[in-house]
């Protein structure tokens, strides 16, 4: 059973920067898509940035050029590096995957983590 559980969220000021981790357990995420999704109140989730099983990378419009995804196979870990925060960024960062693997990076995804708030004052 695969378990996703993510770090790294915060408070900060607008123009700051996070490092989120998601550590996944359970099963390698080597050959599988890892995603980071993004809740805010009131809104529906939405795709922030994925990754695909060969290093792929795609960015919504809305953090293209401020954040960066990644991967480390050997420590099961995929990252997403945030920086130029800024108070529209507010949510609930989540890490996904698909249960096929070699799957492509676009939705749908299968499983997520329970989420890390990161919030940003202006």
């Known amino acids: 059973q695969v378990q996703l559980v993510e770090s790294g969220g915060g408070l900060v000021q607008a123009g700051g920067s996070l490092r989120l981790s998601c550590v996944a357990s359970?099963?390698?995420?080597?050959?599988?898509?890892m995603g980071w999704f993004r809740q805010a109140p009131g809104k529906e989730r939405e795709l922030v940035t994925a990754i695909s099983w060969s290093g792929v990378t795609y960015y919504s419009d809305s953090v293209k050029g401020r954040f960066a995804i990644s991967r480390d196979n050997a420590k099961n870990t995929v990252y997403l590096q945030l920086n130029s925060l800024k108070p529209e960024d507010t949510a609930i960062y989540s890490c996904?995957?698909?249960?096929?693997?070699?799957?492509?990076?676009?939705?749908?995804?299968?499983?997520w983590g329970q989420g890390t708030q990161v919030t940003v004052s202006s």
């Open positions: 359970g099963r390698t995420i080597r050959g599988y898509p």
């Open positions: 996904a995957t698909k249960l096929r693997p070699l799957s492509d990076y676009i939705l749908p995804y299968d499983l």
